[in-house]
Nanobody, 127 residues
Framework: QVQLVESGGGLVQAGGSLRLSCAAS????????MGWFRQAPGKEREFVAG????????DYADSVKGRFTISRDNAKNTVYLQMHSLKPEDTAVYYC????????????????????WGQGTQVTVSS
């Protein structure tokens, strides 16, 4: 079982930056693919970024490429999402997700390939 706790959300002006963190419990963190998803009001949850078990491979939604960076520190059981040049359309609840250890270690854009979810952190970008 993996428990995930996100932090770092808040209110920021357009063009600003935020860094989200996700702390994971359990001894298998380095065996879990990790990802960030977001959900805006009235919209479906969507993929933002994913990272492999070792951190040597990552993938991004087209809407955030060049602005967001996902990283992980396996020694600290933590995954990060650095967000720059934020836009009002980035406003959403951001969720951290982990894939079970028996799944592949490569980054995945699919919700169904993640088994554990945090409660989310709100990011609001004002214009």
């Amino acid at each position: 079982q993996v428990q995930l706790v996100e932090s770092g959300g808040g209110l920021v002006q357009a063009g600003g930056s935020l860094r989200l963190s996700c702390a994971a419990s359990g001894r298998t963190f380095s065996s879990n693919r990790m990802g960030w998803f977001r959900q805006a009001p009235g919209k479906e949850r969507e993929f933002v970024a994913g990272i492999s078990r070792s951190g040597d491979s990552s993938d991004y939604a087209d809407s955030v490429k060049g602005r967001f960076t996902i990283s992980r520190d396996n020694a600290k059981n933590t995954v990060y999402l650095q967000m720059h040049s934020l836009k009002p359309e980035d406003t959403a609840v951001y969720y951290c997700a982990a894939g079970a250890w028996y799944r592949g270690g490569y980054p995945s854009i699919h919700l169904y390939e993640y088994d554990y979810w945090g409660q989310g952190t709100q990011v609001t970008v004002s214009s």
